[in-house]
Each structure stands twice: as structure tokens, then as C-alpha cells.
């Protein structure tokens, strides 16, 4: 039971295994898809809020700067301005532009405004009175410095030699007479751009020509470098830097992490420029830069800093990289928004994607078992009712056989039935004979009688006598031809029933056919009154052949008695009619209480076994019956009971 329970699950199994194939991959097929959709989705979400970003920033950013970038060419118009600068030992020239620097520099929101000497020395200072003023500081190593005396405007950010604080330099040079005579430099502070920074998951980068950080929303990002950035993405505007448009380092291979970082040439240049003080210009911990078809810079770096270690050290998260040049201002400002949230949207969508797909994997699953024990047991059913019908068909062809044979049986039977009835017909017959022999030849010796004396009378002429003889012989043959009746009654084969028997002529053709052995044994029979006002169903001979059977019984059962005494008692009904006859034999064993109305059943030598059967069909199919019990006073007593006739119904 358990193997082919075995072999059923596993038949299943494989007769299943196309389908769960199909549906594993489809599952494959579909978080393929819905990983590539997810993260084409939020990738362009995350890229468009990075251009968001960037933009944001770059307008704030310009708008900080562009507030003050024509301040220092308005300052070298001043003329206190020129005035210190003809005049540079002049305290009050000192004082003057002092005093002057300090108040436009607070009316304009700028964070210092100084004037340079043509040897880059400070001359005047709006902080002046301040504990670390510039004044007296040499500055002819900037390059905004440089740039204004070369004729043009400058600009440069920069970290703050005194202050340490970064910061953007404009400068402009301060002309007399087509000479210029100093330098005139506004400096904006940078450090609350990044504090008004909010957003959480993206961070702005601000770095000059050589890809050095200066400005970062993560502080630990500042002074190092990015190395060079390829233009990407749509909202790369591509611009030149003019002038300082970057020399892009291409030491290393442009795929390799480390490609376009600064040499120690270049740092050593930075260095000397003083512009991010003594900071080192590590390179940030990249791992991997890729580029990818939509044209995204993906970089992956470490954004955990662990200061116990140089480099590469601890947790790494992977960016988006937008950036912009803003060629007027020389830097470029980049976003790198973190792709992490990218990640758990894309396990969130695959998780919701793959478990309605699991669910709806799990429902075609459980309908198609379903659909399959449905199929085999509808199988099974048709193979069961297929089954029983043979069988029915079966049986019914060995039902009808039977039945016909039965038929048949039934037919033999009753033709057999009516032969044995007239058999024992027959056997009555020969009774019947001797009893006509024993009636008739009284009369036919008293006609004999009549015959001769009517000769005698005659020849003596007394014709009156003659006549009462012949009256006498005609009596005589009315009384035979009376006795000849049962014969041909008895001869004719059976009939439906008649119009029915009265009880007194049953009486009388009995008395005929028995008067024979009954004058033999020395026997008689004892009759009830009333007979002739009763009559019952049936017609004579079969009723006369019933009662025959009973005295002829009844006469051999008490043979050897000295004088047999047979009684018949009557019991009337208004619907039937019942005859008891008694005889004074041995009684019914209880064997043959049992089985006397069975065929054949004899006691006797030469008996038959037939003249009960007989008699029992013959009172039922006249709707009567025939019992047989012993009397309780002794002998045999058989009850004959048969529909009683109204006088309308006979008549
Ligand atoms: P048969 O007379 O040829 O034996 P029956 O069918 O008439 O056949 O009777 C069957 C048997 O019933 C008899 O052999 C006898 O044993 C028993 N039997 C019938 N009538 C009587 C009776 N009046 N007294 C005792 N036995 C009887």
C-alpha cells in the first residue's frame, strides 16, 4: 500500500514537473524584469532629484557669489580707494579706507574686503580692527591676486590663510592713469551653503579645477580629491572653464578607481599655492567607478570613515554621481546621491512582486492538482460504471436464460401436471366401472325380470300388467342412463369451472363410483343433512374425483376392520362451504402430516402417491383448500373448504 501510495506521489510529481518548471521560470523571468523596471524606475527618480539637487544648489550657490562679483571692481573706483594706494604710507589714507572697506563691506553682507598693494601686501582691511586683520599680509602668492594684476577680474576660492575659514575671492585691479596701482578683493565665506543643506540621502560636492573637495555636506569628504570626472548624465551642461578649465589628470587608466587623481607634482603645486593650507588631498576611497548605458557615473566608496586607518577602510555605499561646471566660478559642484534607498525599494518591490507571484504560483498549482484528481476520478467512475454495466449485462443475459429456462420448466410442468391428472383420472375410472358394473346389473336383472313376465302376461292377454312392466323396464334404464352420467362427466378431460355443484348431487355421484367398494369392505358412509339447499363453486367431476380420493383412502386405511364407518361432517358459511371426513384408521404420522399433498409421496406397496397432489391442485385452483389432521378421537380427518354459490350465482 505504502509503495503504490509511493508511486502515485512521485507519478504526480513528475506529471506536475513541466508546470512547476514553467512556473520557476517564470518566477526567475519575472523578478528579472522586475528588478530591471524597479531599478530603472528609481534610479531615474534618485537621478532626477540629484538634478533637482544640483540645480538648487547651483543657484544658490551663484546667487551667493554673484551678489558680491562686481563689488571689488565697484571698490577700485572708490577714491579712498586710490587715494590709500597713491598714498599707501598715509595713516589718515589708511584710516580712511579702513573705515571705508569696514562699512561697504557690512552694508553688502560680504565676509572681508581688502585692498592690495602692487606687491600683494594688504594695505587696508575691513577688519582692521580685528585681532588676525589682514593688513600688513602678503597675498601676492593668490592667484586672484595675480589674475587682477594682469589686467582682468579675478576670482578663486580658497581657504582662508588667517582665517582657516574657505572662502570665495573676487578681485579687480584698481587703475590710474591706465596703471594699476593695487588690487581690490572681496571675500565671500562659503561655510553656510553647506549647513542649509537637508537632504539626508544626497550630499553636494563643490571641487576646484584639480577635482579637490573644498566645499562638502560631509565634513570628513573636504580637502580630498575626486580625480576626474568624466561629463555625465543629461543635466551635465558642458561648459568650458575658460581660462582654469582643468587639466584632467590621465596618469591612470580613466576605467581604474584611481583614475585622474593628482600626482605629487600637482600636489605639491596645490601645496605651494597654499589655498587648502597643509591639508593633505588624500583621494576619497573609491572602490569602483563605472559608467553606466544610461550614461550615469556610479561610484563606490567608502562614506563610512573610520580614522584609525588611511584608506579603504570601513563600510562602502554606492552613489550616483551628477555633476555640473560652473566655468564663470571655476569649480564644478557635484551631487552623489546614496543609492541605498534604491536598494530596499527594489527588495520591496521584488518582495511584494515575488510573493503575489508565489500566492498566484501556489493557486495554479492547487487548481491544476484539483483539476488532475478531478480527471481521475471521473476516470475512475466511468471505469466503475463501465464495470457494473458489464456486469448487469451479465447478469441480466444469465437472469433471462434462467428465466427462460424457468419458463420452459413451468410449461413441462404443467403439461405434466395435467397428465398425471388424468391418470389418476383414469385410475378413478377403473373404481368408477366396477361401481357401475355393481349398479347396473340390479336393474339389468330386474329388467330381465320385467322382460320375461311381460311375455308371460302377454300370452295370458293381461295388457295392463304388460304395460306396468314396461312402465317399470323404462324407469329401470332412466335409473342406468343416471348411473352412466358420472362416467361421461369423469371421462372428459378438465374444464373451467361450471356454473357450480350442488351438494346432494356430489352426493349422489360419489355413493355411484364408491357403492361398489363400499358394499365390498362392508363399509358405509355417514352423510350430513341439508346437502341439497348447498352449492359450491367448481364443477362436478373434478369435485366428485377430490372426494373419491378421500373415502378411497379412508376405505384402505381402515381395511381389515370388521365393519368401516367413514363420517362426513358439514359446516356452512355465506361464503363457503366446508366438508370434514373421518374415518376411524390409524391417523397421519407426523411424517406424512408433512408431506401427503407432495407428488408421490406413498406408504403403500402399489400406491401412487398421487390422489392428494392431485386433489390439493384441483380444491386450489377452485380457490378452496384442502387440509389434512388427525382427528382428536383417532383416524385421519382431511377438511375440504370451497367458495359457497348463492342461488342467483348457480342459477
Ligand atoms: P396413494 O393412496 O397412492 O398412496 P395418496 O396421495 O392418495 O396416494 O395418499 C398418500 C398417502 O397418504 C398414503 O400412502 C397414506 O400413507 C396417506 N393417507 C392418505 N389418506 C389416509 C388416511 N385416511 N389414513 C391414513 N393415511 C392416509
Redesign the pocket.
Known amino acids: 500500500m505504502k509503495r503504490t501510495d509511493s508511486f502515485l506521489a512521485s507519478s504526480a510529481i513528475r506529471a506536475r514537473s513541466p508546470l512547476i518548471l514553467l512556473l520557476l521560470l517564470g518566477m526567475v523571468l519575472l523578478a528579472f524584469a522586475l528588478y530591471n523596471t524597479a531599478r530603472m524606475q528609481a534610479m531615474e527618480r534618485i537621478r532626477e532629484q540629484a538634478d533637482a539637487n544640483l540645480s538648487r544648489y547651483i543657484v544658490s550657490l551663484q546667487y551667493q557669489l554673484d551678489r558680491h562679483r562686481d563689488l571689488p571692481r565697484l571698490l577700485a573706483n572708490q577714491q579712498q580707494l586710490i587715494n590709500l594706494l597713491e598714498h599707501p604710507d598715509d595713516a589718515q589714507s589708511i584710516d580712511i579706507a579702513n573705515r571705508y572697506l569696514a562699512w561697504v563691506n557690512t552694508t553688502m553682507g560680504a565676509t572681508d574686503s581688502y585692498v592690495l598693494g602692487t606687491d600683494g601686501m594688504t594695505l587696508a582691511a575691513s577688519n582692521w580692527e580685528q585681532p588676525h586683520s589682514f593688513i600688513g599680509n602678503d597675498y601676492s602668492f593668490r592667484p586672484y591676486f595675480q589674475q587682477a594684476m594682469e589686467g582682468g577680474a579675478g576670482r578663486y576660492f580658497a581657504l582662508g590663510n588667517t582665517s582657516r575659514v574657505r572662502g570665495y575671492f573676487f578681485s579687480y585691479p584698481v587703475l590710474q592713469a591706465g596703471q594699476i596701482i593695487g588690487v581690490a578683493v572681496v571675500k565671500v565665506d562659503l561655510e553656510d551653503i553647506e549647513e542649509d543643506w537637508s537632504d539626508p540621502s544626497q550630499d553636494i560636492l563643490v571641487m576646484d579645477e584639480d577635482g579637490v573637495i573644498f566645499i562638502s555636506t560631509r565634513a570628513y569628504w573636504r580637502f580630498r580629491t575626486l580625480g576626474y570626472l568624466p561629463e555625465t548624465g543629461r543635466s551635465t551642461v558642458r561648459q568650458s572653464y575658460g581660462n582654469h578649465e582643468p587639466q584632467l589628470r590621465q596618469d591612470r587608466p580613466p576605467g581604474s578607481p584611481q583614475a585622474g587623481w593628482l600626482n605629487e607634482l600637482d600636489i605639491a603645486r596645490i601645496t605651494a599655492s597654499r589655498r587648502y593650507g597643509q591639508a593633505p588631498l588624500l583621494p576619497l576611497d573609491i572602490i569602483r567607478r563605472e559608467l553606466t548605458e544610461q550614461g550615469d557615473l556610479l561610484l563606490t566608496l567608502v562614506d563610512t570613515p573610520d580614522t584609525t586607518s588611511r584608506r579603504l577602510s570601513g563600510r562602502a555605499g554606492q552613489y550616483l554621481l551628477q555633476s555640473r561646471l560652473l566655468p564663470d566660478a571655476g569649480m564644478r559642484v557635484a551631487v552623489l546621491a546614496s543609492l541605498r534607498p534604491l536598494q530596499s525599494s527594489l527588495f520591496k518591490t521584488l518582495g511584494l512582486g515575488l510573493t503575489f507571484y508565489l500566492i498566484l504560483a501556489a493557486l495554479v498549482l492547487f487548481f491544476s492538482a484539483r483539476h488532475r484528481m478531478k480527471q481521475h476520478h471521473q476516470a475512475e467512475l466511468k471505469q466503475a460504471h463501465e464495470a457494473l454495466e458489464q456486469r448487469v449485462r451479465l447478469r441480466t443475459r444469465e437472469l433471462t436464460d434462467a428465466n427462460q429456462r424457468l419458463q420452459q420448466e413451468i410449461e413441462q410442468h404443467h403439461q405434466t401436471q395435467n397428465q398425471l391428472i388424468q391418470t389418476a383420472k383414469l385410475a378413478v375410472l377403473g373404481q368408477l366401472s366396477a361401481g357401475i358394473n355393481h349398479e347396473l346389473s340390479q336393474p339389468i336383472t330386474a329388467i330381465r325380470h320385467f322382460a320375461d313376465n311381460g311375455r308371460k302376461l302377454l300370452t295370458r292377454g293381461k295388457n295392463e300388467s304388460v304395460a306396468t312392466n314396461l312402465t317399470e323396464i323404462a324407469g329401470l334404464a332412466d335409473r342406468m342412463a343416471s348411473i352412466l352420467q358420472p362416467l361421461r362427466e369423469f371421462a372428459r378431460p378438465h374444464q373451467e369451472t361450471g356454473r357450480g355443484v350442488n351438494l346432494q348431487h356430489l352426493r349422489q355421484g360419489v355413493m355411484v363410483i364408491m357403492g361398489g367398494q363400499l358394499e365390498q369392505q362392508q363399509a358405509s358412509i355417514i352423510w350430513p343433512e341439508g346437502l341439497e339447499s348447498l352449492w359450491v363453486a367448481g364443477d362436478i367431476g373434478r369435485l366428485e374425483q377430490v372426494l373419491v ?2 373415502i ?3 376405505l ?3 381395511a381389515g376392520q370388521p365393519s368401516p364407518r367413514i363420517e362426513i361432517t358439514l359446516d356452512s358459511h355465506p361464503q363457503w362451504v366446508r366438508l370434514s ?1 373421518c ?1 376411524q ?5 407426523p411424517e ?1 402430516l408433512a ?3 407432495e ?1 408421490f ?4 406397496p ?10 390439493h391442485r384441483i380444491v386450489h385452483s377452485l380457490d378452496g383448500r384442502l387440509e ?1 389432521a388427525n382427528h382428536p378421537q383417532g ?2 380427518l ?1 377438511t375440504l373448504t370451497l367458495p359457497s354459490l348463492s342461488p342467483q350465482e348457480h342459477s
Do not use: E, R, W
Open positions: 380420493n378421500l378411497s383412502n379412508a384402505q386405511a381402515m371426513v374415518d384408521g390409524p391417523g397421519l404420522s406424512a408431506h401427503v399433498f407428488p409421496y406413498t406408504t403403500k402399489t400406491g401412487m402417491g398421487l390422489g392428494l397432489s392431485i386433489s389434512a383416524g385421519a382431511f
